[in-house]
């Protein structure tokens, strides 16, 4: 109680500053604003705290204003928004780990799950040799049954690669088109979302996939089963990557609603803002 007493009194000149900044914005007509006062004298519940981790927290891992707008709000009113986000946080913890160039995965990470791709399922694959971890092939199957009950075929086309696959397949693009134009569109080993084994590419891993069934299918339907699109059109800045239509994680259907919610559908937003709230201790100033 005492630490929580000690945070909470740390913390309330930033959740201060936040609700001052907040009323500004304010219509004239609206209902007044609780003053800094009264904010002092609100009882330490778990939504305040969830509201204040919230806050640091988007700060820390830089999301955007009208996004963190948002999350601030959401958090304020409490549930469901602190049910979605335990709910994101639960799971394998490779589901939401972030995997990007500034974020590789632990050295010598290779899942121990993975399963084969295979003929006779719901999907087809475009090689013989494709693996994911188990619980995302059985997704990957139930997305598929759903397709094609659509009419829409999805073809695997790139799964699971290992650290060394990715250092091949990596060089060869700097050999063929250069590292500039090599790192848009695939990652240094260590750092790509395939290594995890939650990875997929669709189709034909190039631009014309957004344009086919599969492609217009994917966008509308996949978040219902957990998948996300990884690197989408506009966000290269943020993401690190050009648009691949093709590349879609698997995040499980918790974080992939959680995205969808609070996120703007965007993958890489999410993780950093999880990563962050993972990371994120608040000093014990009685320790
Ligand atoms: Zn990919």
């Given at each position: ?14 959740f ?46 830089g ?69 994911l ?34 250092t091949?397949?990596y ?27 939650l ?89």
């Amino acid at each position: 109680m005492l630490k929580k007493m000690a945070l909470l009194v740390c913390l309330l000149p930033l959740f201060s500053c936040i609700k001052a900044n907040s009323s500004h914005k304010t219509d004239a007509g609206d209902a007044p604003q609780k003053t800094g006062v009264e904010t002092q004298k609100a009882p330490v519940t778990e939504a305040n705290e969830i509201l204040l981790k919230a806050e640091r927290v988007l700060q820390k891992a830089g999301i955007p204003a009208d996004i963190a707008k948002t999350i601030v709000e959401a958090a304020r009113s409490g549930h469901p928004f602190i049910d979605d986000l335990n709910a994101a946080l639960k799971g394998d913890p490779y589901l939401r780990f972030l995997v990007d160039k500034q974020h590789p995965l632990p050295h010598g990470y290779e899942p121990d799950d993975l399963v084969p791709l295979v003929q006779g399922k719901s999907y087809r694959i475009g090689r013989n040799d494709l693996r994911l971890r188990g619980f995302a092939e059985a997704s990957l199957e139930e997305m598929a049954k759903a397709a094609k009950a659509d009419g829409v075929t999805l073809l695997a086309s790139s799964s699971y690669r290992s650290y060394d696959y990715q250092t091949t397949v990596y060089n060869r693009n700097v050999r063929e088109m250069g590292k500039e134009a090599a790192d848009r569109e695939s990652a240094p080993p260590g750092c790509s979302q395939h290594q995890t084994g939650l990875a997929l590419d669709f189709g034909s891993i190039d631009d014309t996939f957004a344009e086919t069934k599969a492609g217009k299918w994917l966008p509308a339907h996949a978040s219902g089963f957990g998948w996300s699109l990884s690197f989408p059109n506009g966000y290269e800045s943020v993401t690190g990557y050009r648009w691949e239509s093709w590349h879609y994680r698997y995040v499980g259907v918790p974080l992939a609603h959680f995205i969808d919610s609070y996120f703007n559908g965007i993958q890489q937003y999410a993780l950093q803002f999880l990563h962050e709230w993972e990371q994120d201790r608040a000093t014990p100033v009685d320790a």
